[in-house]
């Protein structure tokens, strides 16, 4: 017989002989939990952050309109200046973009640009307004 060596009876009544089927089946189901709570969270996440890049397309193209209407003299701005656009596609993303021009009493011009992702990509809205004087004109 060789010292080093030892052998396991199968018959025997040691507890701490080896893992039991039980133990394997609770440590698959406590792993099942733990990877369904990962397969959540993470497909929450995409959709968290699919939902923030299309709000910030639209807060752009909402930003790039307002700036180029602010760019032109005030008095040039009318209500005819008024736009809605469809068909806007960035990074794969069609918008559509409204544009509202008023002439306010005392002669200056509210701009209003709302821009959202069209029905099919659905999502929130994002609106940028600005109010332009007229210096000098009554």
Do not use: C
């Amino acid at each position: 017989k060789m010292p080093y060596l030892s052998r396991h009876d199968p018959m025997s009544t040691d507890a701490e002989a080896g893992i039991s089927l039980l133990e394997v089946l609770v440590a698959l189901v406590v792993l099942a939990i733990i990877s369904m709570g990962v397969a959540v969270s993470t497909g929450r996440s995409y959709s968290l952050a699919k939902r923030a890049i299309r709000e910030e397309i639209a807060s752009e193209l909402a930003r790039s309109k307002l700036e180029e209407l602010l760019a032109v003299d005030p008095s040039s701005l009318s209500a005819a200046s008024s736009l809605s656009e469809t068909g806007l596609v960035s990074s794969g993303i069609s918008f559509f973009r409204n544009t509202v021009v008023t002439v306010n009493a005392d002669n200056s011009r509210h701009i209003s640009v709302t821009v959202a992702p069209t029905e099919s990509d659905r999502g929130k809205s994002v609106t940028f307004q600005q109010t332009v004087s007229l210096w000098g004109v009554n």
